[in-house]
């Protein structure tokens, strides 16, 4: 703490701080969810160019050498969004130059699944089906990402996950009446075929969105402010909308929603065995993996 009076709030501690200090304690924090065996390593950040991503592969980019990462790589997953995919092309553009030791892996929907997103949610609309946009989308990104980061060879994806992802999650899982997913042990996945399978960190999972957002607001990053038009669509999205509400009147509430949850989850490990997918070379419990399954079902 410099001493200059500042205005920055790094929440769940009431202080405040100058635009240099909120910086170099929020990127403190950042750093330590960052697991020490990193070091050596090199990391996907999963990019889609809006203000947690960008915030991540940001951090991770200045305090490369501390980390010692040899290679790092940001792979973009275009969902070809009409009404999103001109401004995040101009946004990567942005963080190419902004970033050139960065490595930039882009590929879209149609080239890993033979589909865009707005076509299956059309497809899977026209046919009746309970899909939501979002839930397409979140499954094949996760086998998407996979597959590329497997491709590079890389030993850790960092995820853009922030507290308010984390609080949602708990509130969706009891509106669906799986509560005990709250509580599960921490799955670590591990492959039939002895293949290295990278792991996932979430470094900004302790921050909250509004914190974020002061950060790129102060260190002027440039970031994608164009919402996706399917979230809205999303039972998410109303659970945000709660939250955000929520918040106004108590600052606390996504560390009190996840700070429990969090505690139990830490105390086991569980193994569980995945298998290559015989359709595509992503990993899951099922022979089949959950994308192509997906996909399968509302274009057969
Ligand atoms: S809002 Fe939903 S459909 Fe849009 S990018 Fe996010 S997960 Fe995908
Ligand atoms: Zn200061
Ligand atoms: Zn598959």
Redesign the pocket.
């Known amino acids: 703490m410099c001493g200059l009076h500042g205005e920055l709030e790094l929440p769940p501690t009431s202080q405040h701080f100058c635009p240099r200090c909120f910086s170099i304690n929020f990127e403190k924090r950042v750093l330590k969810r960052i697991p020490r065996h990193i070091r050596g390593h090199s990391i996907a950040v999963a990019l889609?160019g809006g203000k947690d991503s960008t915030t991540l592969l940001h951090v991770l980019n200045k305090f490369r050498r501390k980390l010692k990462i040899p290679t790092l790589f940001a792979i973009v997953l275009e969902?070809e969004?009409l009404e999103i995919q001109a401004t995040r092309e101009k946004i990567i553009d942005e963080l190419k130059a902004t970033y050139p030791d960065i490595q930039y892996i882009q590929k879209s929907f149609t080239e890993l699944f033979g589909y865009s997103?707005p076509k299956l949610v059309q497809q899977s609309d026209s046919k009746g089906l309970r899909f939501?946009?979002?839930a397409?989308?979140?499954i094949l990104?996760r086998h998407g990402i996979l597959r590329i980061a497997l491709d590079l060879r890389v030993d850790f994806i960092a995820m853009g996950n922030t507290i308010d992802d984390e609080a949602e999650t708990v509130f969706l899982n009891i509106i669906r009446g799986n509560l005990e997913k709250n509580f599960r042990d921490t799955i670590q996945y591990r492959s039939v075929n002895k293949q290295p399978l990278p792991t996932r960190i979430k470094p900004l999972e302790k921050i909250s969105e509004k914190t974020i957002r002061d950060y790129c607001r102060v260190n002027q990053l440039s970031i994608m402010k164009k919402?996706?038009?399917?979230?809205k669509?999303?039972f998410r999205?109303q659970i945000t909308q709660f939250l955000i509400e929520i918040e106004k009147k108590n600052p606390r509430v996504l560390y009190n929603v996840t700070s429990p949850i969090n505690k139990d989850m830490l105390l086991k490990t569980s193994v569980v065995q995945v298998h290559k997918c015989e359709t595509c070379s992503s990993y899951s419990p099922k022979p089949e993996c959950s994308a192509c399954r997906i996909v399968r079902q509302i274009m057969s």
């Not at 919402?227 to 979230?231: H, L």
């Open positions: 889609s969902e969004n997103l939501t946009p979002c397409i989308c979140g990104h919402k996706c038009t399917f979230a669509r999303s999205s």
